[in-house]
């Protein structure tokens, strides 16, 4: 049961981040320049790049109202746990394959984009080691309803 409890908590973690960055993407350029400036880059944030984060914001909220309905499950959906887990490890993978370039456009220090890495690489494995381990110790298969 404490695998389960630690799972719905990280879900809930990444729940309202994911809403909660997304919303301020969407709602005023100042707030999306925060965000900017939270991911570590230095770039300003011009009414075209202001343009181009609103699809990131969609895409963020949704992220989280898919993370906030698992988390609400009497057990996360394994299949929602993986596709998040994949989600990031996509990030991790981007980031490292483009470290260079992401760090020369964006002005993101080395030290920033690392830690990032290794957050997002920390928040995947995490995510898919809690979800089997909530799996075994509840006995839950894929698709049970509570």
Same mark, same amino acid.
């Given at each position: 049961?404490?695998?389960?409890? %630690?799972?719905?908590?990280?879900?809930?973690?990444? #729940?309202? +981040?994911?809403?909660?960055?997304? !919303?301020?993407?969407?709602?005023? =350029?100042?707030?999306?320049?925060?965000?900017?400036?939270? +991911?570590?880059?230095?770039?300003?944030?011009?009414?075209?790049?202001?343009?181009?984060?609103?699809?990131?914001?969609? +895409?963020? &909220?949704?992220?989280?109202?898919? #993370?906030?309905?698992?988390?609400?499950?009497?057990? =996360?959906? =394994?299949?929602?746990?993986? #596709?998040?887990?994949?989600?990031?490890? &996509?990030?991790?993978? +981007? @980031?490292?394959?483009?470290?260079?370039?992401?760090?020369?456009?964006?002005? &993101?220090?080395?030290?920033?984009?690392?830690?990032?890495?290794?957050?997002?690489? !920390?928040?995947?494995? %995490?995510? #898919?080691?809690?979800? @089997?381990? !909530?799996?075994?110790?509840?006995?839950?298969? %894929?698709?049970?309803? %509570?």
């Amino acid at each position: 049961m404490q695998a389960l409890r %630690a799972l719905k908590g990280l879900l809930w973690f990444v #729940a309202v +981040y994911q809403f909660a960055v997304g !919303a301020m993407l969407l709602l005023t =350029p100042s707030l999306a320049q925060l965000v900017v400036g939270l +991911y570590g880059s230095d770039v300003q944030v011009t009414e075209q790049f202001t343009f181009i984060l609103k699809p990131l914001g969609a +895409y963020m &909220i949704m992220t989280g109202l898919i #993370a906030s309905a698992a988390a609400r499950a009497n057990m =996360p959906h =394994p299949a929602i746990v993986t #596709a998040l887990s994949v989600l990031f490890g &996509i990030n991790v993978l +981007y @980031r490292v394959a483009r470290f260079g370039y992401i760090q020369t456009t964006f002005g &993101i220090p080395a030290w920033h984009l690392t830690g990032q890495i290794i957050f997002l690489s !920390a928040l995947g494995i %995490a995510l #898919a080691v809690l979800s @089997r381990s !909530a799996m075994k110790s509840t006995g839950a298969v %894929a698709g049970d309803m %509570a």
